[in-house]
C-alpha cells in the first residue's frame, strides 16, 4: 500500500512539474498587444534594442504554426515563428529581421515542412515570386500583387530532403524578370 501510495505520489509531482514548465513555455496570450511586447523582447535579446511593429499573424494551414510579420524601426522586414500550445497560448521559436526585400524560410511544423516568403513589394511592383528550390525538383509561385506587405507560404513534399535554400526570382505584371 505504502509503495502504492509513493509512486502515485512521484506521477502526481511529474505531472505538476511539467505542466508548470509548459504553460512557461507557452505564455504568449493571443493577441496583437501581447505578440507584439514579447517579440520587442525577444528580439532584443544579446543585440541592442529592436522595437518591431507587428503588421500581420499567419497561421499555416491547420499546424499550430503561426507567422509573424513585423517591420523593425529601421524598416527592415522580418519574421517570427510562434507555436500555439494546448493551452491556447504561443511560444516564440525563432525569427529574423534584415535588410532584404524579400526572404524565404523554411519551418518546421508539426504536420511537416513549409517553405514561407515574408516581405514586401515597394510601389507594388512585383506581381508574383518563384521560390526554386536547390535541392530536388520543386517550386512553388507566390501572387503578392495586391500587398505593401506579405507572408505567403507552401507545403514542402517530404520527399524533399533540403528545403532550403530557395532562389527567388521576381516577375512584373507583364511576366517579365524584374533585375535586382
Known amino acids: 500500500m505504502k509503495k502504492a501510495i509513493y509512486f502515485v505520489s512521484i506521477i502526481i509531482l511529474i ?18 498587444t501581447a505578440i507584439q511586447s514579447n ?12 522595437h518591431p511593429d507587428v503588421i ?18 529601421s524598416s527592415h522586414m522580418g519574421y517570427a515563428h510562434m507555436i500555439k500550445g494546448w493551452n491556447g497560448k504561443f511560444k516564440i521559436t ?40 536547390y ?12 500587398d505593401e506587405k506579405f507572408v505567403r507560404y507552401e507545403k514542402i513534399p517530404n520527399d524533399i530532403e533540403e528545403p532550403f535554400p530557395a532562389e527567388l526570382t521576381f516577375y512584373d505584371k507583364e511576366g517579365s524578370v524584374i533585375k535586382k
Open 56 to 73: 500581420e499573424v499567419v497561421q499555416l494551414d491547420d499546424t499550430s504554426s503561426y507567422i509573424v510579420l513585423f517591420q523593425t524601426q
Open 15 to 32: 505531472f505538476i512539474g511539467y505542466s508548470w514548465y509548459y504553460v512557461n513555455q507557452y505564455h504568449i496570450e493571443d493577441n496583437r
Open 94 to 133: 525563432h525569427s529574423g529581421h534584415g535588410t532584404n526585400i524579400v526572404k524565404y524560410q523554411k519551418i518546421q511544423t508539426n504536420k511537416g515542412m513549409y517553405g514561407i516568403i515574408v516581405g514586401k513589394n515597394p510601389d507594388l511592383k512585383i506581381d508574383h515570386i518563384i521560390a526554386d528550390l
Open 39 to 50: 517579440l520587442t523582447e525577444w528580439s532584443s535579446r544579446g543585440s541592442g534594442s529592436i
Open 135 to 146: 535541392d530536388g525538383d520543386f517550386s512553388f509561385s507566390s501572387n503578392v500583387r495586391a
